[in-house]
């Protein structure tokens, strides 16, 4: 699928509220290692917090009288939510049943992706070149959605590059590409060893991520519920094409509230 919306599938938080530039060593103050994990278990105990009232399945009662402890909770199902994409040209919806891009433990779900490569001796399965998934977040009192988003930069290129050692760069935020709506726009770079279950030269050594974030609602604690979009995708260095950079801000600024 080339045009059309595609819609995520991740649950709200109850308590919910241009000109991209490319990192670059001069581009302004990078997010630090240890900042950006303190900002993440920040961020990621507001996203338990807000999204467990609201589950069903988030707790298991016990009936009075029986012996035991409850049941764990399962994983949590993803619902529509947070936002709709138009896909670039070569991206496709994501197959059927594809787990979600989990980021710091907050599953996202997948909306388009751009088709793995296949080259020689190198594993079947392989991880799609480009993704995009969307989630909403409870951020916390205290934790800027700038901040918030710097964090899920870095999360999401650990993620989508995931067993190949991804080094991740995170950029300063600015403004949301394209029509000058409300968001907060972070990218980062992805250096990668290369190897896709342990076989090299399967996976690009070069990625880039970008991440919007827009705020939806505030709760009366100070938290504020915000739609994220996050995008990964290989920039060079892979047996496959480079994905475009513009993608990832044709995406940010395709993005809408589904429905």
């Known amino acids: 699928m080339t045009s059309g919306r595609t819609t995520t599938t991740d649950r709200p938080a109850p308590a919910t509220p241009s000109r991209p530039g490319a990192p670059s060593p001069g581009s302004g103050r990078r997010l630090r290692p240890a900042l950006a994990a303190a900002v993440a278990v920040l961020v990621v105990a507001g996203a338990v917090a807000g999204l467990g009232g609201i589950r069903p399945d988030s707790t298991t009662a016990t009936p009075a009288g029986s012996a035991g402890p409850a049941a764990p909770a399962p994983a949590p199902a993803a619902e529509p939510a947070a936002f709709a994409v138009t896909p670039p040209p070569g991206w496709t919806a994501p ?6 891009l989990d980021v710091f433990g907050v599953p996202f779900a997948r909306l388009a992706e751009a088709p793995p490569f296949a080259a020689g001796d190198c594993p079947v399965g392989a991880a799609p070149r ?4 969307a989630a909403l977040v409870a951020v916390p009192a205290g934790t800027t959605v700038e901040q918030a988003a710097q964090a899920f930069a870095r999360g999401a290129g650990e993620s989508a590059y995931a067993g190949s050692a991804p080094q991740v760069a995170v ?7 394209g029509s000058g709506e409300p968001g907060t726009w972070v990218e980062a770079t992805v ?3 290369g190897t896709a279950s342990g076989a090299g030269g399967c996976r690009a050594t070069d990625g880039a991520v970008g ?8 709760a009366r604690d100070g938290s504020v519920g915000v739609a994220m979009l996050v995008v990964a995708a290989d920039a060079g260095g892979g047996p496959g094409d480079a994905v475009p ?5 044709d995406l940010a600024a395709s993005a809408v509230r589904p429905g």
Do not use: F, N
């Not at 480009?130 to 998934?133: H, I, K, L, R, T």
């Not at 950079?245 to 801000?249: H, K, P, Q, Y």
């Open 245 to 249: 950079r513009s993608a990832l801000t």
């Open 191 to 193: 250096r990668t060893d």
């Open 211 to 218: 991440v919007l974030a827009v705020p939806r609602t505030q």
């Open 171 to 177: 950029g300063p935020p600015g403004p949301r590409p």
């Open 95 to 100: 197959t059927a049943g594809a787990p979600a």
């Open 130 to 133: 480009g993704v995009a998934a």
